[in-house]
């Protein structure tokens, strides 16, 4: 029997698994993907983000990889400028291919164990308790394994939250959609936001010196505005510069972006990430959110397995927590989504902090 099994490997899986085996307990970590490799992503890790990655002692590997640091964000109003001050500490944004390894590295060095390519099938239960789960591996053989704890870290159509019927409370429909490709050929130092009354154009720079350009709108549009990049006319010097450059990937995009908050605990049973709390992505805090809710995590199943506190208080505990700090981002990036505010820029996610 594992302590923990986390079912999802990437910002929010593995970084509570790392902390857990840190901790010295038994994790098994799942994920259907094998690494490396992409997934859709916002990018952008805030500064209070970088700072646990620094915590954690990967923000070298990070920076290792050659992700420029943004040191400012620049905003723009139908082509005009509005006054912004330069960040207080550089942000990132990392191509995830290359993130979502280096997490998973560290989670396996830590002493989790990792089974990529893995299918999860169902979560298995006795009367309303999690005791474990079954899948099938890359070869297609059928696995059971149980555990004290399973994490759900499935993203926002979590199999795990499926399972237990989790609750969902403060929730939205999905207010818009975007889509983005890589760019080479675009001089840009930080990251860029074009705003027009049909949505937001944002940039900055990746790795191996690419640019990713994002284009986002109402998500009744969403069909529309993608099939010609329009939403650039908006800005026609910015504009230029991007046609002046070169698309080097395929597009990729969505308008499935819900906005909700889930119980994130049960007997037996947590989530975490994508899984437990979703929120548009006009903010850019999904990462950043997935590191501070997967160290509050791993601190409560510390408490939990450890005997310290009872397990629905230490994980009533984790739930109070997030909620206080997600809150007020939840509700200005609704705000935000929903054109109720034309901009602020993307905020520093440093009111998170006291909830570390």
Not at 52 to 72: K, N, Q, S
Not at 212 to 222: L, M, N, Q, V, Y
Not at 301 to 313: K, Q
């Amino acid at each position: 029997m594992y302590d923990v099994i986390v079912i999802g490997a990437r910002c929010a899986g593995s970084p509570t698994a790392m902390l857990l085996a840190r901790a010295g307990y038994n994790v098994l970590l799942l994920d259907r993907a094998t690494f490396p490799s992409d997934k859709l992503s916002t990018h952008y890790i805030q500064p209070m983000g970088v700072q646990y990655l620094e915590d954690w002692g990967l923000l070298e590997r990070v920076v290792a990889t050659g992700v420029p640091a943004i040191r400012t964000f620049s905003v723009f109003i139908g082509g005009a400028p509005v006054p912004t001050p330069p960040l207080e500490r550089p942000a990132y944004c990392p191509r995830r291919y290359l993130l979502d390894s280096i997490l998973v590295d560290a989670a396996v060095e830590a002493g989790a164990e990792l089974r990529s390519g893995f299918r999860l099938e169902e979560v298995a239960m006795e009367g309303e308790r999690v005791t474990g789960i079954g899948g099938r591996d890359r070869e297609g053989n059928l696995t059971r394994e149980s555990a004290r704890f399973v994490v759900g870290a499935d993203g926002h159509h979590s199999l795990v939250a499926r399972a237990v019927r989790a609750p969902e409370y403060r929730q939205r429909e999905a207010l818009t959609g975007g889509y983005y490709s890589y760019f080479s050929g675009i001089e840009m130092e930080g990251a860029e936001v074009h705003i027009s009354d049909r949505g937001g154009v944002l940039a900055f720079p990746t790795n191996d010196g690419r640019v990713c350009i994002a284009a986002g709108g109402p998500r009744s549009e969403f069909h529309a505005y993608r099939a010609d990049f329009s939403l650039l006319d908006a800005s026609p010097l910015f504009a230029a510069r991007v046609r002046a450059g070169k698309r080097e990937e395929r597009w990729m995009g969505t308008a499935d972006v819900p906005n909700f908050f889930r119980k994130p605990w049960g007997d037996g049973w947590a989530l975490v990430g994508d899984a437990g709390y979703m929120k548009d992505p006009v903010t850019g805090f999904g990462i950043t959110d997935a590191f501070r809710d997967a160290s509050l995590l791993a601190k409560a199943l510390d408490l939990a397995l450890s005997g310290e506190l009872p397990a629905a208080e230490a994980l009533r505990g984790y739930q109070d927590r997030r909620d206080a700090a997600a809150l007020p981002i939840y509700e200005m990036t609704l705000a935000m989504a929903s054109g109720e505010m034309a901009t602020q820029g993307v905020p520093d996610a440093g009111t998170s902090a006291p909830h570390r």
